[in-house]
């Protein structure tokens, strides 16, 4: 198993990226990895570390493509940076899968341009698992296609069931769609029609989601369009880190909480682990011929590692093969 890493991609590159990388290999003894990004800084990193050194590559990528660049000119105009090595690497074959931290953008340009969609996907989608008040829940697209078309919804729905059947380990994974109330005619055009063709789709479809209803434990796969993704994925975040230090502060406040906090201390460890995004790695992008990781841009190499794993049990799994028979086995919808 080798996973190709862009080891200049995110907030904390390269130190956390090989730190992560590191620790990777330290717990699965099946993986190696090839950084892609400048050689002399990584060895740098790698010099703080002990490593069996048969497992570590470095394919030296000296540009890097950062977050305020047009994603789609900055692939094809810098052939040597980290990304576009790193794609490479799996579009080659040389590579089982790749994970970056980098731009959103730049990450979903290069896959698609690259490596290139699954034969009969019309669009590849970003998943974000999501803890759930039982088990979690992939919500699908979370941002890279703002504008979609039922048809999308509907192949977003297949894709977000083989991942959640294939990697999570979910017998017969319930998806719903997202909407603004439970009734089938509820919803703008979008919601609408694509219920309709959920409905006629080889999938557990237990119709609407409302957003109350998103981290009940209901739904183990939920789709949505790109925006209204984003939104839920970027308020969550919001939500959580407001309410966590809202608590701490009350907690902190005289001391009685102080005494309270004192002995709930261990409940409130098992929450924030449940709560921390460093569990859970990475984003997989879906529809793309190759594994492809999308690690936060603030992933620390705890997330890193995390997103590693994430790779390794993606580039295992069979996924995708069984995202194309699904995909291939849909009737075609006109746009």
Known sequence: MRIAVDAFGGDNAPAAVVEGCIDALKKYPDMSVTLCGDEERIKVELEKYQYDGTRVDILHSPEIISCDEQPTFAIRRKKDSSLVKAMELV????????????STGAVLAGATFIIKRIEGVKRPAIGVVFPAEKGCVLIMDCGANVDCKPSYLQQFAVMASAYMHDIMGVDNPRVGLLNNGAEAEKGNELTKAAYKLLEQTPVNFVGNCEAREILSGEFDAIVCDGFAGNIVL????????????????????????????????PAFRRFKKVMDYTEYGGAPLLGIDGGVIKAHGSSNAKAFAAALGQARSFASSGTNETIRRAVKSLPEVPD
């Open 234 to 265: 970027k308020y969550t975040e919001g939500l959580a880190s407001t309410f966590i230090g809202m608590l701490k502060k009350e907690l902190m406040a005289d001391t009685r909480s102080k005494l309270g906090a004192a002995m709930a201390k």
């Open 91 to 102: 579009r080659d074959k040389k590579a089982d899968c790749v994970v970056s931290a980098g």
